[in-house]
């Protein structure tokens, strides 16, 4: 069992950052892929990046040069590095763990309770 727990969301003017912070407990956190998701209201959820223990990243078109996903192996922590916001970038953001690098929501099987991101105009 994995227990995945966000933080650092908020409100941000366009064009500012947030950094997110997703920590893991329970099983080993070596080994599982980790990704975050997004879900704006009205709109279905979508991937956003992810990471595997190798390091491997990858993102959505969308987030391409502005989020940045890292990870730390020795505090459980996986991070999401947010800059150049913009409002279409306000969502809900989720952590999942997973066995293999996806862009997929269903491949993950362990869901953080995720935390709100909103950036104004």
């Known amino acids: 069992q994995v227990q995945l727990v966000e933080s650092g969301g908020g409100l941000v003017q366009a064009g500012g950052s947030l950094r997110l912070s997703c920590a893991a407990s329970?099983?080993?956190?070596?080994?599982?892929?980790m990704a975050w998701f997004r879900q704006a209201p009205g709109k279905e959820r979508e991937f956003v990046a992810a990471?595997?223990?190798?390091?491997?990243?990858s993102y959505a078109d969308s987030v391409q040069g502005r989020l940045t996903i890292s990870s730390d192996s020795a505090k459980n922590t996986v991070y999401l590095q947010m800059n150049s916001l913009k409002p279409e970038d306000t969502a809900v953001y989720y952590c999942?763990?997973?066995?293999?690098?996806?862009?997929?929501?269903?491949?993950?099987?362990?869901w953080g309770q995720g935390t709100q991101v909103t950036v104004s105009s």
């Open positions: 999942a763990a997973g066995p293999r690098l996806s862009t997929v929501g269903a491949d993950y099987g362990y």
């Open positions: 329970g099983r080993t956190f070596n080994r599982y892929c």
């Open positions: 990471i595997n223990w190798l390091g491997v990243r």
